[in-house]
């Protein structure tokens, strides 16, 4: 971390060709040619300054401890939507949600009618079914609570307009999952319906019975993923279900503002929708969200996901 934090334009530090790789992956870097350096250049500095915009970081261009804090957290497959530059400058972006290329979504009638279905063949075996259903069935609600779209869940996988499955590794759409951490889930945008979860992780319904210090909610993801299976693309908005990291064990289900407003300007408001239903936390957190959180709790959390960090260096300096 020392080394990172020292880095600037024209340093050499182990490690960041690794970080080159992420950027790349993720949609910052775009290169021909995969084999990265150690080399602090214009165009890392370019990409690095492109994530902490996307992310809602201070734009520093450097490795701070925000913005390594972030690459190593756990996140969504999904690449994060790349802002033009005509819209990004040194004194900041407008922070809010996105969509995909062409802003897809759904072409239905309204009210429109959805349908959901599992994977009969690529599921995970600790967890039953009914808790994963009733998961998903929470999941989709809080959607359907504030758009007129509603989500009923079929034994017709076949026919289903949205199909949900747990997969390893290599699993046929060319997005290899990469076990425990990292990549923890992605989906598809409209009308593709596809949403596949890392079967790797270690998913968890209740912190309360499940211990591991790496499991991750499976709520607050399957959350997430019904975003981009309806249109919505990545927010720079920390608080918002969008964004796109999630620590382990971390619970983060609620719609924001944030997320509302992308989505409802996609489908129209649900007639039984106001906002005067967030509750007041939701309000008031939506309302510091261009303040950093300074919690303990939150530089806790960062210091131990910078701790995995250095165990993916360490484990990719093995290689
Ligand atoms: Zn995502
Ligand atoms: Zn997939």
Redesign the pocket.
Known sequence: MENFLKAQRGSHVNGISELKTYLHRFGYLLSENANFTDAFDVTFESAILRFQSNLGLSLSGKLDFDTVSQISAPRCGVPDTIFSTSTFTLHGTTRHYAYFPGKPRWARRMPMKLTYAFSPDYTIRYLSSSQIKAVFKRAFARWASVIPVSFSETEDYVYADMKIGF?SGE???S?P?DGVLGVLA?SFSPENG?F?LDAAERWAVDFGTEKSAVAMDLESVATHEIGHLLGLAHSSVKQAVMYPTLRPREKKVDLQLDDIQGVQALYGSNPNFNVGSLSESDISTNQALNLRSTTRLSSISAIASFWFFLNLIHFFSSM
């Open positions: 997969y699993h046929g759409d997005e999952f992605h596809k596949h």
